[in-house]
């Protein structure tokens, strides 16, 4: 086993330990590919799979939340978080990608279900046309929100407008940009 995979069955082993998250971690040896199920099993809670370069996260039903390819990241026991650096989540609704973001990093807290966007941001869908970009950006998974308080950027085909703080809806189908607490735009995409 690798150094890195021994840092992947690691974090894999503080995570369940810490929050009862199933965990899978995928390594890759001379054996092919093998894993190791640590925690719960499957259909009892959330859980991450885990594997080289790649953060999974599924409901309890079983339904993908979401997928990140990272070109690295830890994991925080006092804090119950991951912090992923140079993150692409893509963002799913009913197994399809709905959204995705780039980041320099993602903070994904267990407990709490969300996941904070930080450093370049940039949200998208491609489906919608719609684009953002800000500093930092808050994930309520669960609600299926989009949140930030920093100055945003939203672009949707040729029309562009600024704001200091961003809603918006998983889909990106919903934004609402807003100077302090005034509403500066509220856009409402039809379904496509």
Known sequence: MTARATRFAVVAALLAAVSGVSIFVVMRGRGGERGMEVGPGPG????????????????????????AQ???????????????????????????AVSAVES??????????????GGA???WSEKQGVEIRCEDLAWDIGQKVLHSDKPAQ??????????????ADLTLRRVSLYDGARLVAEVKLPRR
């Open 44 to 67: 009892t809670g959330p859980r991450l799979e885990i594997g080289p370069n790649r953060l999974v996260g599924y409901s309890p039903s079983g339904e993908v939340l979401f997928e």
């Open 104 to 117: 320099d990093r993602m903070d994904f807290f267990l407990k709490q279900n969300k996941a904070l966007f």
């Open 154 to 167: 939203f672009q949707w085909r040729e029309v562009k407008m600024q704001g200091n703080r961003v809603d």
């Open 121 to 123: 941001v940039r949200v």
């Open 70 to 96: 990272m070109e690295g990241g830890e994991y925080d026991k006092e804090h119950e978080s991951a912090r992923l650096w140079g993150v692409k989540c893509s963002m799913m609704e009913q197994g399809a």
